[in-house]
């Protein structure tokens, strides 16, 4: 066992492949948090003043709200007037072709494996590259435009669809949701929008690309999808951070809005910036997520690959307002070092004969902390529903944790729920079969890992699997030993 | 091929392996018989590299090599296999997959380029025959929900898949019944060539039927009591192994 854990302790202590910085100019808004500074971002970006009351209500009621403490992390108080709520990279304002965007931007997203050139591209796969607070780039705009898709930056939207985004900015997730979607609303500074008209079946799959490369700064950014009645949307993010001592705060709330027929699949390859191996730095996860699924027959699928970030605090979830539909969450989270993750999921049952599946795999090694919370509430009109719920955790070690709470809330009689969990640890017979057969212990533990994770990873587009399959092997790297 | 002088292992502070000698060449299929508890199975684990093994005296030669040297990993590149008696299951990873990394790493250690995905299959369908084993099965997660027979059935495929030089059945015949024991067998010896050797670990004579050994040893307390053909196998399932604690007892 003690091979064992040396073989953990390698494989877990691989250091962070996307930590450098870049050097973009950068125009900042200054420290802290005030009305003034929520003024200041709203006409950095020349919005028209129902955007800025909106924040300014948001920004009114997070003022009266407390930070939430019930997760299972640790983190020492964070200074919200100590941190940068805006900060976009300078180029001439908007660039409207990619041959605008600053040359050191598109190699910056080159070295994360990211072509913003479309040509380049073999895949069909539309990007929104945001860097710090803006999107800078989103590829095959016109393509996509042809159909009727809109798929642009947040702020295109606000300028290009006021209408939509007035009509659906926070129909989701309300403006003082929570502490940190209250945060989100009232400083947020860019994202994706994304509008699938009636019928399209959206040909390629739609990605946003998140960095964080200026130091002290925050990010909030917002994510809002819209599929009409009878579309289908697959959309993916990806995001990344360079190491930095200080801890930097991630505050995004994504929303999802699918009408009658309508179908969203939503997948997330988290990898911000963990922390190094003594829990120094890192960024801090706080996102709000949730998908309504507001007409019959609809369906929301949440497929995250949660890696990276020094503490996670994320529940994607699913309101199941249409009679018939369904909600899916499967997840994977990783958790390594002095890394925490809170994660999990709350599916809501409203409508008649609605179904929710919840398939949570979580990794644990080094001393890192990694919990399930999930709520799965049936309420009194939703009958004859039904909830299956899968929680497994994979311990590496013995210095970390795999905690779960489920909660289970059913008000009617017709309704059926199901939840299974187990905790396992990769054992050494394990690895010794796999040596055996002339398997090497990285290897090894790879192949264990991905194994128990393929369930969850199936559910990503083809391509991001494996992306997916090696950032699990290079986050575990050096944790058996 | 493989040779033991004085093999000396423990585990924690109890010494399993008392002296172990044994030579085998190429071409050779050796069994070594014996009471439960006589240290058969740990033999089988330290020359495979289980670090749950101490080994405090004695030296290993393979193939010119100073075995105990080598990591298991190493051993398995170098052409020994274990057929274990317990396999574990490795959920979500199927034998395909399994197969495939495995004998993609072996061919790296040797020097040779990947097999791809169309050759990888063929042979597999090749070697499928062999130990009669339905493809369905390889799909499946390793070892998973697998019945005691198509375990063994797949360890014997996977010896089959990457042709080791030293095969080593630890106690292969343990919980399968005659249909499972013969396909077992027959793929065994098919598999066997003037190049390789085979060390059969088993608790009783029966698997012996169908493997036809050259050499029988008898170990006893961690030592090779009693070797001769296979007619010592016969000897031992008509007198019984207190015929050798007996004849110990006395000397």
């Keep these: 066992m003690a091979k064992d854990n040396q073989v953990l302790e390698e494989i877990t202590s691989k250091e962070y492949e996307h930590g450098w910085t870049v050097n973009l100019e950068a125009d900042e808004s200054p420290k802290g948090l005030s009305e003034d500074i929520v003024r200041f971002i709203s006409s950095k970006k020349q919005e028209p003043e129902w955007l800025l009351e909106w924040r300014l209500k948001a920004f009114?009621?997070?003022?009266?709200?407390?930070?939430?403490?019930?997760?299972?992390?640790?983190?020492?108080?964070?200074?919200?007037?100590?941190?940068?709520?805006?900060?976009?990279?300078?180029?001439?304002?908007?660039?409207?072709?990619?041959?605008?965007?600053?040359?050191?931007?598109?190699?910056?997203?080159?070295?994360?494996?990211?072509?913003?050139?479309?040509?380049?591209?073999?895949?069909?796969?539309?990007?929104?590259?945001?860097?710090?607070?803006?999107?800078?780039?989103?590829?095959?705009?016109?393509?996509?435009?042809?159909?009727?898709?809109?798929?642009?930056?947040?702020?295109?939207?606000?300028?290009?669809h006021p209408e939509l985004v007035k009509k659906y900015l926070g129909s989701v997730v309300p403006m003082n949701d929570n502490y940190f979607a209250a945060l989100n609303s009232a400083v947020f500074s860019d994202g994706s929008f994304c509008y699938i008209p009636k019928g399209v079946r959206c040909p390629m799959e739609l990605s946003t690309y998140f960095r964080i490369n200026a130091a002290n700064t925050g990010q909030f950014e917002r994510t809002l999808i819209v599929a009409?009645?009878?579309?289908?949307?697959?959309?993916?993010?990806?995001?990344?951070?360079?190491?930095?001592?200080?801890?930097?705060?991630?505050?995004?709330?994504?929303?999802?809005?699918?009408?009658?027929?309508?179908?969203?699949?939503?997948?997330?390859?988290?990898?911000?910036?963990?922390?190094?191996?003594?829990?120094?730095?890192?960024?801090?996860?706080?996102?709000?997520?949730?998908?309504?699924?507001?007409?019959?027959?609809?369906?929301?699928?949440?497929?995250?690959?949660?890696?990276?970030?020094?503490?996670?605090?994320?529940?994607?979830?699913?309101?199941?307002?249409?009679?018939?539909?369904?909600?899916?969450?499967?997840?994977?989270?990783?958790?390594?070092?002095?890394?925490?993750?809170?994660?999990?999921?709350?599916?809501?049952?409203?409508?008649?004969?609605?179904?929710?599946?919840i398939v949570s795999k979580g990794i644990s090694a080094g001393k890192s902390q990694n919990s399930y919370r999930g709520q799965v509430h049936v309420m009194k009109r939703a009958t004859n529903s039904r909830n299956f719920s899968q929680c497994d955790?994979?311990?590496?070690?013995?210095?970390?944790?795999?905690?779960?709470?489920?909660?289970?809330?059913?008000?009617?009689?017709s309704s059926k729920i199901e939840h299974e969990a187990t905790t396992s640890k990769i054992g050494e017979d394990q690895i010794f079969y796999c040596l055996q057969r002339g398997i090497d212990e990285e290897a090894a533990v790879a192949l264990i890992v991905n194994g128990y994770a393929k369930e969850v990873l199936s559910q990503l587009p083809m391509e991001f699997a494996v992306e997916a399959q090696k950032l699990l092997a290079l986050t575990l790297e050096g944790s058996v030993g | 091929m493989l040779t033991i002088k004085n093999l000396k292992a423990k585990v924690e502070d109890k010494l399993i392996l008392n002296g172990i000698n044994l030579q085998v060449n190429a071409g050779e299929i050796h069994a070594i018989m014996g009471p439960n508890g006589s240290g058969k199975s740990t033999l089988a684990s330290v020359l495979a590299g289980r670090e749950d093994y101490e080994v405090t005296e004695g030296e290993v030669q393979f193939l010119g090599k100073n075995l105990l040297e080598l990591d298991p990993d190493v051993r398995a590149c170098e052409g020994i296999f274990l057929a274990f008696q317990y396999p574990v299951e490795i959920p979500g990873v199927s034998t395909v997959n399994f197969m495939k990394t495995a004998l993609n790493k072996i061919r790296e250690y040797r020097g040779q380029p990947s097999l791809?995905?169309?050759?990888?299959?063929?042979?597999?369908?090749?070697?499928?025959?062999?130990?009669?084993?339905?493809?369905?099965?390889?799909?499946?997660?390793?070892?998973?929900?697998?019945?005691?027979?198509?375990?063994?059935?797949?360890?014997?495929?996977?010896?089959?898949?990457?042709?080791?030089?030293?095969?080593?059945?630890?106690?292969?015949?343990?919980?399968?019944?005659?249909?499972?024991?013969?396909?077992?067998?027959?793929?065994?010896?098919?598999?066997?060539?003037?190049?390789?050797?085979?060390?059969?670990?088993?608790?009783?004579?029966?698997?012996?039927?169908h493997i036809v050994p050259d050499f029988v040893h008898v170990l006893y307390k961690g030592k090779i009591v009693k070797s001769g053909g296979k007619e010592l196998a016969l000897e031992l399932e008509a007198k019984g192994y207190d015929w050798i604690k007996n004849e110990m007892e006395l000397v």
Excluded at chain 1, 242 to 269: F, G, W
Excluded at chain 1, 394 to 411: N, R
């Design chain 1, 60 to 160: 009114r009621s997070w003022q009266k709200m407390v930070e939430p403490k019930w997760a299972n992390v640790k983190y020492p108080e964070i200074n919200y007037q100590d941190i940068i709520y805006y900060s976009a990279p300078k180029q001439k304002a908007g660039p409207n072709k990619l041959s605008e965007v600053d040359p050191e931007l598109i190699k910056t997203f080159e070295k994360l494996g990211i072509s913003l050139t479309e040509q380049k591209r073999l895949t069909g796969i539309a990007v929104d590259a945001v860097i710090d607070s803006v999107s800078v780039a989103t590829t095959f705009k016109e393509k996509l435009g042809e159909l009727g898709v809109i798929f642009c930056s947040f702020s295109e939207a606000v300028r290009e």
């Design chain 2, 116 to 209: 791809d995905a169309v050759a990888f299959l063929q042979l597999m369908k090749e070697k499928m025959k062999l130990v009669e084993i339905d493809q369905s099965l390889l799909s499946r997660s390793l070892n998973e929900g697998f019945s005691g027979g198509e375990k063994k059935r797949n360890e014997i495929f996977q010896m089959a898949m990457l042709e080791p030089k030293l095969s080593i059945l630890d106690e292969t015949d343990s919980g399968l019944d005659i249909d499972a024991l013969r396909i077992v067998a027959n793929g065994v010896n098919k598999l066997r060539s003037k190049n390789n050797a085979t060390i059969v670990v088993t608790h009783y004579q029966r698997l012996l039927e």
């Design chain 1, 228 to 357: 009409e009645e009878g579309s289908y949307v697959s959309y993916l993010e990806g995001c990344t951070a360079p190491m930095r001592d200080e801890n930097q705060l991630h505050a995004a709330v994504v929303e999802l809005y699918a009408m009658k027929d309508a179908q969203i699949k939503y997948s997330t390859v988290q990898n911000w910036y963990p922390g190094d191996k003594n829990g120094k730095g890192g960024i801090y996860n706080f996102v709000t997520k949730r998908g309504l699924c507001a007409g019959d027959h609809s369906k929301i699928s949440w497929t995250q690959v949660e890696t990276g970030s020094a503490i996670t605090w994320k529940y994607p979830s699913c309101i199941l307002k249409g009679d018939y539909s369904m909600g899916e969450f499967y997840s994977v989270a990783v958790t390594n070092n002095y890394q925490q993750a809170d994660t999990g999921t709350k599916m809501t049952h409203i409508g008649k004969n609605t179904r929710s599946r």
């Design chain 1, 393 to 413: 955790s994979l311990l590496m070690g013995d210095k970390c944790g795999a905690h779960t709470f489920p909660y289970i809330d059913v008000e009617n009689s």
